[in-house]
């Protein structure tokens, strides 16, 4: 089982282009999230998905947009990329009423923009 | 808001004991986790607490106080594959994860 694949695995951005950043699960998870993970600030949740067709705001959610067509998929597009966007991207899902309904993380992506 | 506290770093010397702190304030609470996070990889789940008081996982052990806003990971029989980032995360009223910045462990022989 592949779990949680990101994609592309680092990528060099040119500031003002546009990218998505993809993430699959074969888990079946219902919900299914996106962070940015930078020095010192630790995780911070910029969009989330509680089920297929809905999507939420997380901390950080300016400058990102999301969709959830399936459960499998959940894409992040940087509209308008700007160097404050530089980071690691870490996707994740999580199963709805299990025990504990921990989240799993998948490789993440290290974005440069310049 | 959240507000997760944990310390920046620690170190300790191989097959010793290292407690790691988190005290939190939360708008909501619906459990605490505890991940590990070697350099360059992704965050893998160690523990979850809902309830207080202390869960053991072979030579990891978590503690919640509830009322006081506080847990403590602790490692026991350390080992030079210890050697990470520890984040505590807070799951507030929904499914939603609030992460403190993470301590970052190194272990020395």
């Known amino acids: 089982t592949a779990g949680i694949t990101q994609a592309p695995t680092s990528q060099i951005l040119a500031a003002g282009r546009s990218m998505t950043l993809r993430c699959t699960q074969d888990m079946r998870h219902n919900a299914m999230y996106w962070y940015r993970q930078d020095l010192g600030l630790g995780l911070r949740l910029i969009h989330y998905?509680?089920?297929?067709?809905?999507?939420g705001k997380g901390e950080v959610p300016d400058g990102y947009s999301v969709s959830r067509a399936n459960t499998d998929d959940f894409p992040l597009t940087l509209a308008s990329a700007v160097p404050s966007q530089t980071s690691v991207y870490f996707c994740?899902?999580?199963?709805?009423?299990?025990?504990?309904?921990?989240?799993?993380f998948g490789p993440g992506t290290r974005l440069t923009v310049l | 808001g959240q507000n997760i506290d944990q310390p920046t770093e620690m170190t300790a010397t191989e097959g010793a004991i290292v407690q790691i702190n988190c005290t939190y304030q939360?708008?909501?609470?619906?459990?605490l986790f505890w991940y590990q996070q070697h350099a360059g990889e992704a965050p893998t789940f160690l523990s979850y607490?809902?309830?207080?008081g202390l869960e053991e996982k072979g030579r990891f052990s978590s503690f919640l106080s509830r009322s006081k806003g506080y847990s403590y990971l602790l490692l026991k029989e350390l080992q030079m594959k210890d050697s990470a980032s520890y984040l505590c995360a807070v799951r507030d009223g929904g499914y939603k994860l609030s992460f403190g910045a993470g301590t970052t462990v190194t272990v020395r022989a």
């Open positions: 994740a899902s999580s199963e709805r009423g299990g025990d504990y309904n921990e989240q799993f």
């Open positions: 998905s509680n089920t297929a067709g809905t999507t």
């Open positions: 939360t708008s909501g609470f619906n459990g």
């Open positions: 607490n809902v309830l207080d």
